[in-house]
């Protein structure tokens, strides 16, 4: 049976996908950030450092070029000096060479005033463009000059600090700045599928759920759900709600037996009795005594019948009262069965009592009431000649009382259904046979509102068990 769940099913999944994104989202973008500063800190650092080792290795390959000899002569190789001077320059690095009596031996600015302004001038308008927070600028570090363990001048090296970045670094972090952002947002939008997908297949079994739902409280219960979804709550959700149909299309089935009983129930006596009074009144019958009489018997059966559906109706009301009161249950079922001992004795049924005292907290007259009952369903069921035994015995935490029977037994089929009011397994609902239909119900409300249990075990040909438990008191 199909159920149109589309505008439920779309709330529900987008609110689920949204937030699977949301959480996704909001747990990628500070992993991303953090990353990225970790990062780019890390650079900056090894580029800081870079910076320092290069200006150091500068300036030792211009000591190198220092040349001295014991006659006390010394030359600087200028050629090369000039040389690693102007390809250092183009790096950034402003280099000013000076012998050990601070005279210099070559100057970049002196050299090229206008390439060292054009270079320092782009290196700081390129961090101030894209560092604009480290206040950076160019700063001079002198490196001394050594020759055969004797100092022979010095190297100034001029460069931006704390740290300057090329444009092929810039170009890198921004690489890698794009390659997270990518990273993040197809993780973002694998998440958002994954999520879409994941909600899908949570939203499909709870909004049919819910559909179905409504179907069964517009009173369509035959509709089920089947979903072959693994995940326990939902297969445990379908199953609740498809026990829920169940149990209301059965309680349905036996709410309209329930009017057709009563009707039947309230047919039968109002029947005869108008049908005997029409009798008498066109005639047919003198309205003596034996014709009143069963007027009068047919009237007793309807009060009869009120009563217990007003005894039934005590015993499944919220108002329903209990007098407990310490009971030995031996001694009540002693008691209900001393009150049926005639109407055992006119069938010639044996009728013991037997098992140990097992006290319970029970109201006092309402237990005997359920096993008086028990025992009045046994006599009607038993034949002549018959054996019918209440046994009382306690287990563990409970007291049992067992009500056993030779009887004709209840069908298989019927077991299930006996304590429902107005079942009877006879079909002709005689009531030579079977009474109002009411009494098991109501044993079956009074046990439940003492925090018991009661069950019944048969076999056609065989008898009938009934068993009775209640918690024993302590």
Same mark, same amino acid.
């Given at each position: 049976?199909?159920?149109?769940?589309?505008?439920?099913?779309?709330?529900?999944?987008?609110?689920?996908?949204?937030?699977?994104?949301?959480?996704?989202?909001?747990?990628?973008?500070?992993?991303?950030?953090?990353?990225?500063?970790?990062?780019?800190?890390?650079?900056?650092?090894?580029?800081?450092?870079?910076?320092?080792?290069?200006?150091?290795?500068?300036?030792?390959?211009?000591?190198?070029?220092?040349?001295?000899?014991?006659?006390?002569?010394?030359?600087?190789?200028?050629?090369?000096?000039?040389?690693?001077?102007?390809?250092?320059?183009?790096?950034?690095?402003?280099?000013?060479?000076?012998?050990?009596?601070?005279?210099?031996?070559?100057?970049?600015?002196?050299?090229?005033?206008?390439?060292?302004?054009?270079?320092?001038?782009?290196?700081?308008?390129?961090?101030?463009?894209?560092?604009?927070?480290?206040?950076?600028?160019?700063?001079?570090?002198?490196?001394?000059?050594?020759?055969?363990?004797?100092? #022979?001048?010095?190297?100034?090296?001029?460069?931006?600090?704390?740290?300057?970045?090329?444009?092929?670094?810039?170009?890198?972090?921004?690489?890698?700045?794009?390659?997270?952002?990518?990273?993040?947002?197809?993780?973002?939008?694998?998440?958002?599928?994954?999520?879409?997908?994941?909600?899908?297949?949570?939203?499909?079994?709870?909004?049919?759920?819910?559909?179905?739902?409504?179907?069964?409280?517009?009173?369509?219960?035959?509709?089920?759900?089947?979903?072959?979804?693994?995940?326990?709550?939902?297969?445990?959700?379908?199953?609740?709600?498809?026990?829920?149909?169940?149990?209301?299309?059965?309680?349905?089935?036996?709410?309209?037996?329930?009017?057709?009983?009563?009707?039947?129930?309230?047919?039968?006596?109002?029947?005869?009795?108008?049908?005997?009074?029409?009798?008498?009144?066109?005639?047919?019958?003198?309205?003596?005594?034996?014709?009143?009489?069963?007027?009068?018997?047919?009237?007793?059966?309807?009060?009869?019948?009120?009563?217990?559906?007003?005894?039934?109706?005590?015993?499944?009301?919220?108002?329903?009262?209990?007098?407990?009161?310490?009971?030995?249950?031996?001694?009540?079922?002693?008691?209900?069965?001393?009150?049926?001992?005639?109407?055992?004795?006119?069938?010639?049924?044996?009728?013991?009592?037997?098992?140990?005292?097992?006290?319970?907290?029970?109201?006092?007259?309402?237990?005997?009431?359920?096993?008086?009952?028990?025992?009045?369903?046994?006599?009607?069921?038993?034949?002549?000649?018959?054996?019918?035994?209440?046994?009382?015995?306690?287990?563990?935490? #409970?007291?049992?009382?067992?009500?056993?029977?030779?009887?004709?037994?209840?069908?298989?089929?019927?077991?299930?259904?006996?304590?429902?009011?107005?079942?009877?397994?006879?079909?002709?609902?005689?009531?030579?046979?079977?009474?109002?239909?009411?009494?098991?119900?109501?044993?079956?409300?009074?046990?439940?509102?003492?925090?018991?249990?009661?069950?019944?075990?048969?076999?056609?040909?065989?008898?009938?068990?009934?068993?009775?438990?209640?918690?024993?008191?302590?």
């Amino acid at each position: 049976m199909n159920i149109n769940t589309r505008n439920i099913r779309g709330g529900l999944r987008t609110r689920l996908s949204l937030s699977i994104a949301l959480v996704v989202l909001l747990t990628i973008a500070p992993v991303s950030l953090l990353a990225n500063i970790i990062i780019g800190r890390q650079f900056e650092r090894h580029v800081s450092e870079r910076e320092a080792e290069r200006a150091a290795l500068i300036a030792d390959t211009i000591g190198h070029q220092y040349n001295g000899n014991d006659a006390g002569l010394r030359e600087w190789d200028l050629e090369f000096i000039h040389g690693a001077g102007m390809y250092a320059l183009y790096d950034g690095y402003i280099v000013k060479v000076y012998d050990s009596g601070g005279a210099a031996v070559w100057d970049a600015e002196n050299h090229d005033m206008t390439l060292c302004e054009h270079i320092m001038g782009d290196i700081s308008a390129r961090m101030a463009a894209r560092r604009p927070g480290i206040g950076g600028g160019f700063a001079a570090r002198a490196y001394p000059l050594t020759a055969n363990g004797k100092t #022979v001048g010095f190297v100034e090296i001029s460069y931006y600090g704390p740290y300057f970045l090329s444009g092929e670094d810039f170009r890198f972090l921004d690489a890698l700045n794009a390659a997270l952002v990518s990273i993040g947002a197809l993780a973002t939008l694998a998440a958002v599928a994954a999520g879409w997908l994941l909600a899908r297949r949570v939203a499909s079994p709870v909004t049919k759920a819910a559909q179905m739902a409504r179907r069964i409280s517009g009173g369509d219960y035959a509709v089920r759900l089947e979903d072959g979804t693994k995940t326990r709550e939902i297969r445990d959700l379908v199953e609740s709600v498809n026990r829920l149909a169940d149990a209301l299309s059965e309680q349905e089935r036996l709410r309209r037996r329930l009017t057709a009983d009563v009707a039947h129930e309230l047919r039968t006596p109002i029947t005869a009795a108008a049908s005997h009074l029409e009798a008498m009144i066109e005639g047919v019958w003198a309205p003596d005594a034996p014709a009143l009489q069963s007027v009068y018997e047919e009237i007793g059966r309807l009060g009869t019948l009120a009563g217990d559906l007003e005894s039934l109706a005590r015993a499944e009301s919220a108002g329903f009262s209990l007098q407990k009161t310490k009971l030995d249950m031996l001694a009540a079922a002693r008691a209900a069965a001393a009150g049926l001992e005639i109407e055992a004795r006119r069938k010639n049924i044996a009728l013991t009592v037997g098992g140990e005292p097992s006290p319970v907290l029970a109201d006092r007259d309402r237990i005997i009431s359920v096993i008086s009952n028990l025992l009045t369903n046994a006599i009607k069921y038993t034949p002549e000649n018959g054996h019918i035994s209440v046994t009382v015995r306690s287990r563990e935490s #409970v007291c049992e009382l067992i009500v056993s029977d030779d009887g004709a037994g209840i069908p298989e089929k019927d077991l299930p259904l006996i304590f429902e009011r107005f079942y009877r397994a006879d079909v002709s609902r005689s009531r030579a046979t079977g009474g109002s239909g009411v009494g098991l119900a109501i044993v079956k409300s009074v046990v439940a509102a003492h925090g018991g249990e009661v069950f019944a075990e048969s076999e056609p040909g065989r008898g009938s068990k009934f068993t009775v438990s209640l918690p024993a008191a302590h």
